[in-house]
Every structure is written in structure tokens, then in C-alpha cells.
């Protein structure tokens, strides 16, 4: 995930990083050019806010958490602590995109309400509209800062809908700072996506074909396939995995990687491709041509059994 910064809604040149406000510890910026700009531009109303409730955190740890329990309760105050949290849940920043998109027209606050740090929590993900959010309601200083940096965010002259997102990680579990932590996310290959998506799949069918086709490689579309009708092997029957192209040991055999790694050759009579959800546009052309592409890419129609 591509944090960007509180000013110009960019992300950092590579090899960059964001900085820190040193006032809130929340916003980050890239350059001190655009920490001034968005002083000016109304940051310093906003800053003390955003300091109070990260003290705030830092205040309960004190209070709350004595002897070694101290130390991973500040390690839990830091907002870098949810900022990885947050990238390493399985398919979570996947699902919050995907929302973001379905319902940028709405200028939404993405609110990732996250209730235990387990990696098999299921955070609560909720749509905070701007006819709610910019209502102003209020009811602790963590309000009163997700306010005005919505209202920075979406006003920003570098905005657009398209471009970027606005998360929100609320901490609410028990014995944890309570903390509320704003990202502005870029979408990265949401313009990519097919709007038939949006309606046809679901926030964790989408995360979760994400996450395989990243598991795959290089997160583009893969031939799918279920072997079938094996009879030296037919403990493999039913297993399902990736076609990668021809044997190089057998001209007339496909190379399968199987789930979990192990790669086996086979003929094509023997694996059927499971289909899987398509994603990108381009991935939505004709049947025929696609399976035309196919043919002479891999050319395994024409071998002989």
C-alpha cells in the first residue's frame, strides 16, 4: 500500500519516504514544502487535535499497562504498528479498495474499525459518506481531526476520484490505545477494473482473486486448471493449480504447478481449465477470441495423445 502525502495526495518519489508531522505524529508529507503549504492551507487547526489523541494513546499505555506489557503497548500506540498491520491482513487492503471505488462518487471515509491484531480478525469495514462526514458530528478529538482531514483531503486541488482513497483504522479492543489513524491510499490498478465488477462480485471475492493472482506471480490473469482422468497418478485427480506452458522435457506434456508448489506434466486431456473471475478490462473480450490467443500462445489443441 502506497501512503500519500497529506498535502499534494501524492506518493513519495522511489526511494522516498513520508515524513512525519513532528507536532500530531499523525500526517505525513513529502516534502517540507508541502508540510508549510498545508499549514497555511489549514493544518494548524487541526494539528493540536490530532496531538491530543495520540497523547491521548501514550496515556493510557502509562496508566494501563505495567512492566513489560508497557513496551507493546507503545509499540500499539504507534500508527506505523497499523500501518503494517493493515498491509499484512490477508486480502483487508484489497477489500477496502474495492470499496473505496464502488462508491467513490459518495467521497467516502473508509472506516476500518479493527476490534483484535490476530491476522485471522475480521475488522469491520463501514462506508462513511460525505452526508455524513462533513455533517461535522463530533463526539471525542479523533472526530473532530477525521473531519478536517477529510475536509483536506477531498478539497485538495490535487484531488481526484479516481486517484486517490481515504482510509480510516480505528483501534477499539480492549487493553489497546484507543486510536484513529487517517491514510490517504492510492488506488493503484482500479482503473483497470471492469465495471461489471463492481456488481457482479463481492468485497472478499474480489480480495480474495486478488490475492491469488498475486500468489501467482505477477498479479496478471492465470490459465487455471483441475486434473482429471490420471491413472498412474490418480491420487492427483481433482488437485488444481496453473498451466505455465510446455514440458521442457516432454513437447507433448503441459507443465502444471500445482497448489502448495509441486510441478507435474501432463496431457491436455487430462486437466480442464477452471474458470475464474475475470477482473480487467481487456480480460472481458470474446469467448472465441480469447480461446483463439490460447491456441497459438500454447498451441496444445494440435498435440497428439
Known amino acids: 500500500m502506497e501512503l500519500t502525502c497529506g498535502h499534494c495526495c501524492k506518493v513519495p518519489p522511489p526511494g522516498e519516504k513520508l515524513r512525519t508531522c513532528s507536532g500530531c505524529m499523525s500526517t505525513k508529507f ?5 508540510q508549510r503549504a498545508a499549514w497555511a492551507a489549514g493544518h494548524k487547526l487541526v494539528c493540536k487535535s490530532l496531538r491530543d489523541v495520540h497523547a491521548g494513546a501514550m496515556a493510557q499505555v502509562e496508566s494501563i499497562a505495567p512492566g513489560s506489557a508497557k513496551q507493546a503497548m507503545k509499540e500499539r500506540a504507534d500508527p506505523a504498528y497499523w500501518v503494517d498491520w493493515y498491509e499484512r ?10 470499496i473505496a471505488w464502488k462508491h467513490r462518487a459518495e467521497y467516502p471515509i473508509i472506516r476500518v474499525a479493527i476490534h483484535s491484531d490476530r491476522l485471522d480478525e475480521v475488522p469491520e469495514i463501514v462506508v462513511v459518506p460525505k452526508t455524513e462526514w462533513s455533517t461535522g458530528v463530533v463526539r ?6 477525521m473531519n478536517a482531514k477529510a475536509h483536506a483531503h477531498f478539497g485538495n486541488q490535487n484531488f481526484g476520484v ?3 482513497y481515504l482510509v480510516r483504522l480505528v483501534v477499539t479492543f480492549p487493553n489497546s490505545p ?4 487517517a491514510m490517504g491510499t492510492k488506488f493503484h490498478m482500479m482503473t483497470h477494473v471492469h465495471s461489471s465488477v463492481l456488481t457482479d ?3 472478499d471475492e474480489f480480495a480474495a482473486e486478488m490475492i491469488r493472482r ?4 505477477d498479479g496478471h490473469p492465470t490459465v487455471y486448471v483441475r486434473l482429471t482422468g490420471l491413472r498412474g497418478a490418480a491420487h492427483l485427480n481433482g488437485q488444481e493449480g496453473v498451466r505455465l506452458g510446455r514440458d521442457p522435457n516432454d513437447p507433448e506434456r503441459m507443465t502444471i504447478r500445482l497448489d502448495g508448489g509441486r510441478e507435474v506434466g501432463v496431457l491436455s486431456k487430462n486437466y480442464e481449465k477452471v474458470h475464474r473471475p475475470k477482473l480487467l478490462k481487456y480480460e472481458f473480450r470474446s469467448l472465441l477470441e480469447s480461446e483463439s490467443d490460447d ?7 494440435t498435440e497428439s495423445e
Open 214 to 217: 498475486r500468489e501467482d506471480g
Open 178 to 181: 484507543k486510536l484513529g489513524l
Open 140 to 145: 471525542d478529538n479523533s472526530d473532530t481531526a
Open 89 to 98: 491482513t490477508p486480502g483487508l487492503k484489497f477489500k477496502a479498495m474495492f
Open 30 to 34: 513529502c516534502t517540507t514544502a508541502c
Open 201 to 203: 462480485l463481492t468485497a
Open 295 to 301: 491456441d497459438d500462445e500454447f498451441g496444445y489443441d
Open 162 to 164: 479516481d486517484k486517490t
